[in-house]
């Protein structure tokens, strides 16, 4: 079922939101080559916790982590480690919180040092195809408008879309109704209304689409070995279009 939030609700998945941006620019200036991805989970978990917020991550559904980190080939849920971050490499850091309660989830793709044109046109263009996703939000639309929107722009811009794993509602629970894909067709799937809050989150990889799950059941890879991209937002929809709440 998908709920309809309350404003009350909504002024604490705001505040979520805000932890889960603030905590994404906390850990950007640590990002260079050297520190290790379990370095980057410590200080995440450390400044979350400062926040009266916890990590919504940890020991969910036995995740052993506060954040996911994937590196270069790695599509979402990487676990840090002793992985320590070279020049060159890029990396998705998947953030969630809960603030008594209620979730903000955001990932965000990031350069360690310079990178190549290559890995550059894919973050570029991933990014903006979330912001084509979240164009489409507002009352009355669908959402297979969003997906649809999101794929194409990936296609256009040679892009693999992976469809395996799709945004989500989010409230009082992390994952909620309704599934938000990265693909779809116009005028499909839910419709859209004010008090809706979903995760947009569009997964790209610079070559083929195909993935395969590692034997920790959990990281994500490309089948290729290409380099794969992850942003997301998590966004309110409001009486005339949207709100991203976790981003200010």
């Known amino acids: 079922m998908i709920s309809i939030k309350t404003e009350r609700e909504i002024e604490l998945l705001d505040i979520a939101g805000k932890i889960v941006y603030d905590t994404h ?41 506060s954040i996911c980190t994937s590196v270069n080939d790695q599509v979402v849920h990487g676990i840090p480690n002793d992985y320590m971050l070279k020049e060159g490499d890029i990396i998705s850091i998947d953030i969630g919180v809960c603030y008594k309660g209620y979730y903000g989830d955001s990932a965000w793709s990031y350069a360690v040092g310079n990178i190549s044109d290559e890995k550059k046109w894919l973050l570029d263009y991933t990014e903006k195809s979330l912001y084509e996703g979240i164009k489409m939000v507002k009352p009355g639309n669908r959402i297979g408008d969003i997906g649809y929107a999101i794929e194409k722009y990936a296609l256009d811009h040679n892009l693999g879309v ?41 997964m790209l990889n610079l070559g083929d689409e195909s993935i395969y799950i590692d034997k920790n059941e959990w990281t994500v890879y490309t089948c290729d070995g290409s380099p794969s991209a992850h942003y997301e937002h998590t966004v309110l929809v409001t009486e005339d279009g949207y709100k991203e709440l976790t981003k200010r």
């Open 162 to 202: 992976v469809k395996e794993f799709v945004g989500h509602g989010v409230g009082n629970n992390l994952h909620e109704e309704p599934d938000v894909p990265n693909y779809g067709t116009k005028g499909k799937g839910p419709i859209l209304k004010k008090g809706m809050v979903i995760a947009i989150e569009p």
């Open 25 to 65: 620019q906390y850990l950007k200036k640590f990002i260079k080559p050297g520190i290790t991805t379990n370095e980057l989970d410590q200080l995440a978990e450390k400044f979350i916790l400062s926040n009266n917020s916890i990590p919504a991550f940890k020991n969910y559904q036995g995740f052993p982590k």
